[in-house]
């Protein structure tokens, strides 16, 4: 009996020894090295993007530029330096070989947000790639630059075959300033993607033009979306909550009318505060 007491005990220690007490020990020690790796952290730079997208591997260059797009989204990222433009220039003109189209992609939106005019050259000749995502990012990038001859260039690719794109013209026109009495955008009310005559028609009341009048009241009424079956709940809720901002600007009895009803009867409560809010907005109801 003692025998087998002194055999599990000699168990029990040699477990202890060689199992439990390096866990413990590996484990204090990758700790230890979190703890420290927090502390130690510092995000990289725009400039250490760059430099990945040109030598990293086909993985790392796309993602490289994608987060360096992340990073100059943010409106408080740091001020763009004359050698970061050059850099970035450079880096582009290197990404013209890389067979992997999203890294254009993501460099052309990153210069979009910068808003630097050194950059426009590049983002305009880039309208002409052959890849749709390329293209559209674009167009997003020329939004961030109120120039008239963007919203020509802009307008010009109403007939891309691409409803991906002919979707971000139709956002990018709402925001530029309007050109040719909005014909382009007139011209997406008959594109056969829904969601590309919704923004045309969002975009043009954002301009006070009614000739999407007939959308946006198509886009106010939840009945109207049963017909999409891919249309989420969600969605449906934040298109209305679009078009109902939107919707305002046109000075439409009949709009406000519609607006008025889903202030005080819609079943979503922050629907009925955001169309309350743009009726109070343009004066159209007294402020509570």
């Known amino acids: 009996m003692g025998e087998e007491v002194k055999e599990k005990s000699s168990i029990r220690v040699i477990i202890h020894s060689f199992f439990v007490v390096p866990f413990i020990i590996a484990a204090f020690g990758v700790l230890v090295f979190f703890i420290w790796s927090l502390l130690t952290f510092e995000p990289k730079t725009a400039e250490e993007f760059l ?171 939840r009945t109207y979306f049963s017909r999409f079956k891919d249309v989420d709940r969600y969605e449906k809720e934040q298109a209305m909550m679009v078009a109902v901002k939107a919707a305002v600007m046109l000075d439409d009895i009949e709009v406000n009318k519609v607006l008025m009803n889903l202030s005080k009867n819609d079943d979503n409560l922050k629907l009925r505060d955001v169309a309350r809010k743009a009726l109070e907005s343009r004066g159209i109801i007294n402020a509570s």
């Open 51 to 221: 430099v990945d997208v040109k030598v990293g591997g086909a993985t790392k260059r796309w993602q490289s530029a994608y987060e360096l797009s992340k990073l100059l989204s943010n409106p408080v990222s740091q001020p763009i330096s004359e050698r970061f433009v050059s850099e970035m220039n450079s880096t582009y003109q290197y990404a013209q070989n890389d067979p992997n189209p999203r890294v254009r992609q993501y460099l052309i939106r990153a210069m979009g947000q910068t808003s630097h005019p050194s950059f426009l050259p590049i983002i305009r000749d880039a309208l002409n790639e052959t890849d749709e995502n390329v293209v559209a990012d674009a167009i997003f990038a020329l939004s961030f630059y109120r120039d008239l001859e963007n919203s020509y260039l802009i307008g010009n690719k109403v007939h891309h075959p691409s409803s991906f794109v002919r979707n971000r013209i139709a956002i990018a026109l709402g925001v530029l300033d309007p050109v040719n009495d909005n014909k382009s955008l007139k011209l997406l009310l008959s594109d056969v993607e829904p969601n590309v005559r919704w923004n045309a028609a969002i975009s043009l009341a954002k301009h006070g033009d009614s000739s999407g009048r007939v959308e946006i009241l198509n886009l106010l009424d």
